[in-house]
């Protein structure tokens, strides 16, 4: 089993930062994938941003510019920095991992608040 803990969501201006942090432990398992996510209030989950095992990354054309997904191996943590955040930017947002064999596990969210 993995467990998935996400930090580093609050409350930011518009035009501020924030750094999203997804620390993983448990059970060893071959990775395909760290992936962000958040969903805001009456909408669908929706895919922000994503790193593969080797590296390659993408990121979704909203946040293009704006959002950098990273990872360190040797913390089993991802991060999301985050930069000229926007309103529409406000949700909670997921960390999940993806292994070979196609199982998803996700962390608990964290809330992120763009206003002044």
């Known amino acids: 089993q993995v467990q998935l803990v996400e930090s580093g969501g609050g409350l930011v201006q518009p035009g501020g930062s924030l750094r999203l942090s997804c620390a993983a432990s448990?059970?060893?398992?071959?990775?395909?994938?760290d992936s962000w996510y958040r969903q805001a209030p009456g909408k669908e989950r929706e895919l922000v941003a994503r790193i593969f095992a080797y590296g390659t990354t993408d990121v979704a054309d909203s946040v293009k510019g704006r959002f950098t997904i990273s990872r360190v191996n040797a913390k089993n943590t991802i991060y999301l920095q985050m930069n000229s955040l926007k309103p529409e930017d406000t949700a909670i947002y997921y960390c999940?991992?993806?292994?070979?064999?196609?199982?998803?596990?996700w962390g608990q969210g964290t809330q992120v608040t763009v206003s002044s």
């Open positions: 448990g059970s060893p398992f071959s990775l395909n994938s």
């Open positions: 999940m991992k993806l292994t070979t064999l196609g199982t998803a596990y």
